[in-house]
């Protein structure tokens, strides 16, 4: 549901770029009819878009795996799907002219300004996704009820009715599920840096993609081979089997 969500908040952004392109008219398509131009610019922002997405999506994945910097990564991503992208506009502009070849100088030049376009629109969108995983170097303590542990830092970044202790962490893609008592949140960060800012939380990495709070396991259902945790809200997580022993040795189940 959060994936589908943010895929149609992008769609709702990608609508706004193309209506404002279309006013514009860039690159000698003011000429045209206004109607037109909306329909070509339209259909080249969700083109790039569709297009643009999944690439920026995998440099985000692989940037902890690879230990790159991630902007680089995307910069490069840019690079390679502006290809595809150049190929697609230009065969887009035979609305307004006639079918043909580009020369070696055209090519470069369409190149160049795809690039430009597909590149300012991706640093938009980083540069807003980057704003709600960036962790303030001096995060304000949490308010708590006397006599109660103070709440770790990733709790502060879930919405105001959902802030409690998590109980597991789950990567979706290149988001994190927190789960807590209260139901669960998705966060546009890393595994490993929502698990720094847990604070110190009694839990362990289950699985690779799992996180579980060691006080929230209430049983383990066997399948075979396969492990699960049953934790508290009715949430099961997978375990690991190269985990699977150290848990067990270490009394989880």
Do not use: K, Q, T, Y
């Given at each position: 549901?959060?994936?589908?969500?943010?895929?149609?908040?992008?769609?709702?952004?990608?609508?706004?770029?193309g209506l404002v392109l279309a006013f514009v008219g860039p690159f000698g398509s003011f000429e045209a009819p206004f109607g037109l131009r909306l329909l070509y610019w339209l259909a080249m922002s969700y083109a790039g878009y569709f297009l643009y997405f999944p690439a920026m999506a995998a440099a985000t994945a692989l940037a902890p795996r690879l230990e790159l910097p991630e902007p680089a990564l995307w910069a490069a991503a840019c690079l390679i799907v502006t290809l595809p992208m150049t190929a697609v506009t230009w065969c887009a502009n035979f609305i307004w002219r006639a079918p043909s070849w580009p020369t070696l100088d055209q090519a470069l030049e369409h190149y160049f300004n795809v690039f430009v376009m597909g590149a300012l629109?991706?640093?938009?969108f980083?540069?807003?996704?980057?704003?709600h995983r960036a962790a303030p170097e001096r995060a304000p303590a949490p308010a708590t009820v006397p006599g109660e542990a103070p709440l770790p830092r990733l709790a502060e970044r879930l919405r105001p009715h959902l802030r409690s202790v998590?109980?597991?962490?789950?990567?979706e893609d290149h988001y994190v599920r927190v789960h807590t008592a209260q139901g669960s949140d998705l966060l546009l960060m890393r595994m490993?840096?929502?698990?720094?800012?847990?604070?110190g939380l009694p839990g362990a990495l289950v699985h690779r993609s799992w996180w579980v709070a060691r006080g929230a396991v209430q049983g383990v259902r066997r399948d075979?081979?396969?492990l699960r945790l049953q934790l508290s809200g009715g949430i099961e997580a997978p375990v690991a089997r190269a985990q699977a022993a150290a848990l067990e040795a270490e009394g989880w189940f």
């Open positions: 549901m959060g994936s589908a969500r943010r895929i149609l908040i992008d769609c709702a952004i990608i609508f706004g770029v629109v991706c640093a938009l980083w540069f807003a996704r980057s704003r998590p109980i597991a962490l789950e990567m490993r840096d929502a698990v720094l800012e847990l604070d075979g081979r396969n």
